[in-house]
């Protein structure tokens, strides 16, 4: 077999034009180029290749042959891929971040991150997205040492240095526990939640080691995971603090009870976008702390 040739960007762009266009002389037209022109350097693909792209002879109009079709596939994704690039270096020469690395709380309203990452995704198309998320000062850590360009963290690490902080609203942590569990039955005095076993979410880092948040009980489970942490509750192992939105439909459903107790009434989570103070965030990033700032305007 002898070596095939090495097709041309511009040759691969008119057989694209050929197909989406249905015809050699449509394709001419939209590419403002002689009918003859494409003719041509359609034959210089297929000669190249060692394949017929087009079947000629059997239809008025070119249709693609089994070959055709394979080179189809192959074609779009090399002019993808050239077009991805020359998305990326435009953005690039405009200042804009080639990646944008982000790391959330895990306590953020999944509404939320679909939302901002949608309209992200919309106003940077060309910019990658590599996406964590962690529980307390892990988000902060992960913002401190570099990993991450800009973070969504909660209130628990408020006093850690070099970072620059932005209030984006807030959730309501409520205690919840499952219908069988005691502390779901009946009214409660002061006291009474403490000697039921509270799952609490503890921290991947150092930063807010030993802090708790909302932590009444004398027996805890520390978990790591917040849907762990879910699941368990929802299968009576113990009771404690959830966002109302992860939990909302669990309520709505019964398969949850929100607890009236006098000594854990649960609270507010404040969020902060951060960010270390030097490196402060490109067109990208910004838009992304923004958009975070204004879903708390709604």
């Not at 959330?104 to 992200?120: E, G």
């Not at 307390?136 to 800009?150: E, F, N």
């Not at 609203?169 to 076993?197: C, F, K, M, N, Q």
Request: one cysteine or more; hydrophobic letters at 40%; a negative charge.
């Amino acid at each position: 077999m002898s070596d095939l040739g090495q097709p041309t960007l511009d040759q691969l762009r008119v057989f694209l034009s050929v197909v989406e266009t249905g015809s050699f002389a449509a394709a001419a037209r939209k590419l403002n180029r002689a009918t003859s022109v494409i003719s041509y350097t359609i034959a210089n693909l297929e000669s190249q290749l060692g394949v017929t792209l087009f079947d000629r002879q059997t239809t008025k109009k070119p249709s693609l042959t089994v070959e055709g079709k394979t080179v189809l596939a192959e074609a779009r994704t090399v002019a993808n891929g050239i077009d991805n690039l020359r998305a990326k270096v435009r953005s690039m020469l405009a200042g804009v971040e080639p990646e944008v690395h982000l790391v959330l709380d895990v306590m953020l309203p999944a509404s939320r991150v679909t939302d901002a990452l949608k309209a992200f995704r919309e106003s940077f198309p060309s910019v990658a997205l590599r996406l964590n998320v962690e529980a307390l000062g892990a988000v902060t850590q992960l913002v401190l040492d570099g990993t991450a360009m800009i973070g969504v963290s909660g209130p628990l690490d408020a006093n850690v240095s070099g970072i620059e902080r932005i209030g984006i609203g807030s959730v309501e942590l409520i205690p919840v526990a499952s219908p069988s569990h005691p502390l779901s039955i009946g009214s409660h005095a002061p006291g009474a939640a403490r000697d039921h076993t509270q799952l609490v979410l503890t921290d991947r880092s150092i930063l807010t080691a030993g802090q708790d948040f909302a932590v009444v009980a004398t027996h805890t489970w520390r978990l790591a995971d917040l849907g762990a942490k879910h699941m368990l509750i929802k299968e009576g192992i113990g009771w404690g603090n959830m966002p109302e939105p992860m939990v909302r439909d669990d309520l709505d459903s019964g398969r949850l009870v929100r607890l009236t107790l006098p000594d854990c009434e649960g609270g507010i989570y404040k969020f902060q976008a951060i960010y270390r103070t030097d490196t402060p965030p490109g067109p990208a990033t910004s838009f992304l702390i923004e958009h975070f700032r204004a879903q708390t305007k709604d």
